[in-house]
């Protein structure tokens, strides 16, 4: 196994980290994690949050618009509606690890569950770990 970087690998890999990079973007993907959604029921699913991911019906589109052009989402067409679910369905497991990472709090970056967090980097003062 090599350990060069293919850059058309990390250039894909880049372009899904990008599609994570926002809130609405998260919310509509933990809304997807329970099955799929019409963007009418994302709409109401996520109008409810008092927060950045609270977004419009023409927002919440140009949102799953960067998920799919991304391979993070797709969609089929049912009648009128158009359905959307998880493409990369692996993505669970992802926010289940950020979760843990984060503890109860939601604040503690010290140590993960595997205890990545607090070596060599917690001593040195990296900004991720303090």
Known sequence: MSDIIDPAQLQRETAIFKALSSEARLAIIYALKGGEKSVGELV???????????????????????????????????GLKRIY????????????????????????LSSGPCGCRGGQSAK??????Q
Not at 44 to 56: H, N, T
Not at 124 to 129: A, D, E, L, P, V
């Open 85 to 108: 679910s998880l493409a990369l369905p692996c993505l669970a497991s992802v926010f289940d690890c950020v979760g843990a990472a984060l503890g109860s709090t939601g604040t503690d």
């Open 124 to 129: 040195m003062g990296n900004k991720w770990t």
């Open 44 to 78: 109401e699913m996520l109008g409810l949050l008092e927060c950045a991911c609270s977004v419009e019906r023409t927002n919440i589109s140009k949102h799953l618009a960067v998920l799919k052009e991304a391979g993070i989402v797709c969609c089929r067409d049912e």
